[in-house]
């Protein structure tokens, strides 16, 4: 026999109605507020952004590219003098595809190549990083953490060019800042006098660098635009720059653990940045002054490896396409050159292997997508967000009418379900803690399709989820209660009212996990279907939720429901 009537702890009906609109108003207001705070926030707080810099600043953005078989990335990033946030765009394509966007993050990178098919990237914090619309993982640093200036993949491994035990030449730089926030540097690398500090080659053998050789005391340069490596036959080949207009070249032979020379290349400009490139068994080189496109350079054939002379091929693009910095590579047939434009326009040029151009193939690109912006998603997002947030505050209070019913002669104050609603939000904390991980992962490069794919976030999602279930069900055997029951005044007992056995609270959260994340939560509607309000864990555990003091029996009795 079971019979429910409900006991009035206000004075009215009408003023419970009344009470229930007001909660309702203070849900808007306290939305409006959190909107309205989000929107200035987001517009006089965020930073400028990494699109759009002042226009007074001759170089804001560095293009890298590199291309293998049918695919080619290209990636935007800061420069080294950039005094403001350090932003990268990577972005990919089919040799017959569109252009899409593959990752960003707050890092500035240094080379790219391939590995296995995927690209791989250093960053100048000495990462590197395999990068793919799926994966976005860091992997194993050099020996010492060192910093890696040039990386080069081929399916039968991938060689890296870096310092040391973290050590790199001292450099003397004099700085200007301007009012813009970017910095003029020049780097003076001094000449390696110890061993931590030279250049070496490694090797990346079952997930971890094994050292391979040193690199010539005579290649000094410390930076990374200044040097380029490829992997030719499975033995690497370096290019450096040796003088202002020189570029000398070493290959390795695995015998001996030596470096031999493969000649040098004389530019009619002082180089700013080089690449290696190889493309049908043919070595070719790109290099790039100042100001311009570069020129590509390719080997005279028959012609001793160490005395090898270079064919200088200058680039030219139409007067009306101005360059703030410019990017080569080769991939499949064809040679590709890459521009930026001060208005951050792109634009690609095409080539045959031999230089030839290519008619009618001077394309402008789409832009990157900018990840500082702030889009009517998000403000919506967040919206949602505190809207939630202040109905569950609101939802939160102890008023109101609680509604009793008797089980053999047993009076259970049943919980409503604003109050269940409440708890359950409060005891999801650590699904709290998850998303500002994901959120920071995001910031970091991490894109949604990765969620299930980041090594981190997957063992954090674990993790987290333990302490969600071991929480729950730790709290309901020790206290009779969660931290989110706590607040708001709830207990889980059993049928006849007495604390629920160990058993009991194992089971109704053992099935809570199954209703959320197998059945998607419908098996929770039989709460508003139900006298006892029970969900379907708590019909198989024998459970009830009640409140924690029960109301008192007034004269505020509306009648029975005998059933």
Known sequence: MIKSYFVNEDRSCAKGWRRGIDSLKMAVVGAAYILAGL??????????????????????????????????WLAVTTPANWAESQRTFVRERAMQGDWHDVNNFPSRLISLADFHGQLVVSLDNGE???????????????????????????????????????ARPE????????????????????????????????????????????????????????ISLISSKGSPILAYKESANCI?????????????????????????????????????????????????????????????????????????????????????DELHLFIIRPDEEFVEQKYSLGGKEQL?????????????????KELINWGLLGLLMVITLVTANKGGYAEVVTVEKVELPVATFGLRLAA????????????????????????????????????????????????MVAGEIFQGRTIGKFCVGLRVVAMNGQPA?????????????????????????????????????????????IAKNPPVKEKGVKGEDPS
């Not at 799926?134 to 993949?153: C, K, R, T």
């Not at 020379?261 to 290696?276: D, N, P, T, Y």
């Open 39 to 72: 929107f200035t926030a987001t517009i006089f707080a965020q930073p400028t952004p990494a699109t759009k810099p002042s226009t007074s600043v001759a170089r804001r953005w560095e293009l890298l590219a590199h291309g293998s078989g049918e695919r080619l």
């Open 128 to 166: 590197w990083k395999r990068i793919s619309g799926d994966q976005f993982a860091s992997g194993s640093p050099l020996p010492g953490h060192g910093e890696i200036l040039a990386l080069a993949g081929q399916d039968a491994g991938l060689w890296a060019v870096g310092f040391a035990e973290g």
């Open 171 to 226: 450099t003397v730089s004099s700085t200007t800042t301007r009012a813009t926030g970017l910095q003029s540097a020049t780097a003076k690398p001094a000449l390696p006098t110890t061993r931590p500090e030279q250049l070496q080659l490694y090797q990346l053998a079952a997930d971890h660098w094994t050292h391979v050789a040193e690199l010539p005391p005579e290649v000094r340069t410390a930076q990374g635009v200044e």
């Open 248 to 332: 000398a070249m070493l290959r390795f032979n695995p015998e001996n653990k030596s470096w031999l020379a493969a000649g040098k290349i004389e530019a009619s400009f002082s180089v700013r940045k080089l690449k290696l490139m190889s493309a049908r068994d043919k070595v070719m080189a790109w290099a790039v002054g100042e100001n311009g496109v570069g020129a590509f350079y390719f080997p005279q054939e028959n012609q001793p490896a160490i005395d090898m002379a270079w064919r200088e091929q200058l680039l030219s693009v139409p007067a009306s396409v101005s360059v703030m910095d410019s990017a080569a590579t080769a991939a499949g």
């Open 360 to 376: 009618h193939s001077l394309t402008k690109l789409p832009p990157p997508t900018n990840p500082e912006e702030t889009t009517l």
């Open 424 to 471: 359950g939000l409060i005891d999801l904390w650590p699904a709290y803690i998850y998303e500002i991980l994901v959120v920071h992962h995001f910031q970091n490069g991490v894109k949604l399709s990765q969620l299930y794919t980041d090594h981190f976030l997957v063992q954090a999602g674990w993790i987290l989820s333990a302490v969600y279930l071991l929480h």
């Open 501 to 545: 056995p160990i058993g009991s609270i194992v089971l109704r959260n053992l099935l809570k996990v199954i209703e959320v994340l197998v059945l998607v939560g419908f098996p929770l509607i039989v709460i508003f279907f139900n006298p006892l309000r029970q969900r379907v864990g708590d019909f198989a555990a024998g459970t009830v939720v």
